[in-house]
């Protein structure tokens, strides 16, 4: 399961997409949330949904690699359809002791999935196309007039960048410990939910030891390169919009009016 976690990895190609500027893929994924969540009806959902496709085909990440990443959330998505299928009041279509299933907890059911499902998979594009440092560098360039407020926009960026940068290594780190606590005799797989916590605890100490070390390592790394926060630093390459960047970003404009168009006309 640990490996199925894909969220911050970046998959190098010499696509359409890899090549657009940062700046423009966060604003896009903006965009797409605000689309996601404006979508009411079948032909906006529809609008939403060839249009990640599209992306997706375009940056030649393969859809295995999309539904890995989704393999830890069957649970919160389950959970989430059930939840929509069973209390929303409505029009009863089948009723079962207490369990009521209605016209609009159906629709409800599969449109929250959906949402679900477009929400981590525009998430896990922009991750997959974009390196922690171009991510980093375009945080910072977009939240720039935060500065004149005292807002520290480097450290943020910084700190999202690290973040990302470790997900794979703790999730690579955590599954070399549960491999040798197997090799061990443990077992994480039998037993009540009190014994499975309960086994998990020789795999959380070091790794929480291990994720400390891991810092401890870095900031002393920072500060013999004498890294002391975003003053006064340069950047090796200076991100420039181009004009694929300033079509891409009209064409999301024009989707995001239509979906909320089409939304209105639905209801």
Partial sequence: MLKDITL??????????????PRTKLLALVFL?????SAKGPLAMGLVVVTLCLCVAISRIRPS???KG????IFVICLTA??????TPG???????????TREGLYRSVLMVLRILLLVSGTFLLTYTTSPLQLTDGLERLMNPLKKLRFPVHELAMMMSIALRFIPTLIEEADKIMSAQKARGADFENGNLMQRAKALLPILVPLF?????????????????CY????????MKIMVMSRADWLVLVFWVLLTAAVIAASRLSL
Avoid at 228 to 235: D, F, K, L, P, V
């Fill in 8 to 21: 911050g990895q970046y998959f190098p190609a010499d696509t359409f997409v890899h090549r657009l500027d």
């Fill in 33 to 37: 949330i605000v689309c996601i969540f």
């Fill in 65 to 67: 690699a999309l539904f």
């Fill in 70 to 73: 989704l393999k830890p959330l």
């Fill in 82 to 87: 059930l939840m929509n299928l069973f209390f």
């Fill in 91 to 101: 029009t009863v279509l089948v009723s079962f002791w207490i369990l009521r299933i």
């Fill in 209 to 225: 030891v291990s994720a400390f070390r891991r810092a401890d390592e870095l900031a002393t790394a920072m500060e013999c390169r």
């Fill in 228 to 235: 002391h926060g975003g003053e006064g630093r340069t950047r």
